[in-house]
């Protein structure tokens, strides 16, 4: 059954980009698209909203509600999740015909690719967040795990739902909310049928460069000598084309 779900996952997937690959095409200022696709393995479907390629809002299937991302885009803006749940029902409706008439051939696997980064510049006590980016990546099933000294962490964690890329393939982002601290290290483990073996993808705080007073006396002092040199390689050099200019036996004849 899951040989199947990602054959029909891939067509899907491939229609809807194509369309915005189409409109691409035109030149404008903002974009708004919408992606959808049903599978066999969880999760089973997805109905979700992008401005920009920011993602707006998506459908919980479980709890039958629009979820907005930014509640700017709430704000002036409504979506009844019936509309998405019905959309997704008719895609698994589709997708359950078609693997009736499919040849059972599995979709090629993409591996992901992985990066780890802070959202903001690392104070060590600061509180911050640690996002885990899993990119190019089909099919969008996958199993992401924050580890803290090699200690899986449960607190603390978030994620964006599957989203779409103009290549076919998803992207995804994890979150973990922390403080940092130079006595921890942290890795993002994935797990993807396009791996071989889980990857893991190390974070740790790196010690700011500590500039001594000692440091800063020397690079002055080079400075300095840096701009006396060359102000007395410019005054050399004016005093002897004044010279030159003086002296007849420097003129050509008239």
């Known amino acids: 059954m899951f040989q199947t779900g990602t054959v029909i996952l891939r067509a899907l997937s ?3 980009l194509l369309s915005l690959q189409g409109a691409g095409a035109i030149e404008v200022d903002h974009v708004i698209s919408f992606a959808m696709f049903a599978q066999t393995n969880a999760p089973t479907g997805e109905f979700m909203y992008e401005f920009d390629e920011d993602e707006m809002f998506y459908v919980d299937r479980d709890k039958k509600e629009t979820i907005w991302q930014l509640s700017e885009f709430g704000r002036g803006l409504s979506f009844d999740s019936q509309g998405g749940l019905t959309n997704i029902a008719i895609a698994k409706s ?19 690719e992985v990066t780890v980064f802070p959202k903001k510049p690392v104070e060590l006590g600061q509180p911050n967040t640690l ?67 889980p990857s ?20 002055c002092a080079l400075g300095l000598v840096v701009g006396l040199v060359g102000i007395i390689t410019g005054t050399v050099l004016i005093t002897r084309a004044l010279r030159s200019s003086r002296d007849p036996r420097a003129q050509g004849p008239l």
Not at 94 to 112: F, G, K, R, V
Not at 200 to 219: C, K, M, R, S, Y
């Open 94 to 112: 589709n997708l359950d015909i078609m693997t009736e008439n499919s040849n059972h051939t599995q979709a090629a696997s993409e591996p992901p």
């Open 131 to 197: 996002i885990c980016h899993v990119d190019r990546f089909f099919p969008p099933v996958l199993n992401v795990t924050w580890l803290r000294n090699g200690q899986p962490v449960t607190e603390g964690v978030s994620e964006s739902v599957f989203l779409p890329r103009t290549d076919y393939n998803f992207h995804k982002f994890h979150y973990l909310t922390f403080v940092p601290s130079d006595e921890d290290v942290y890795d993002c483990k994935v797990e993807h049928w396009g791996l071989q073996e």
């Open 14 to 16: 491939l229609a809807f």
């Open 200 to 219: 893991l993808n190390h974070w740790e705080a790196q010690e700011p460069v500590q500039v001594t007073e000692a440091t800063e006396t020397v690079v």
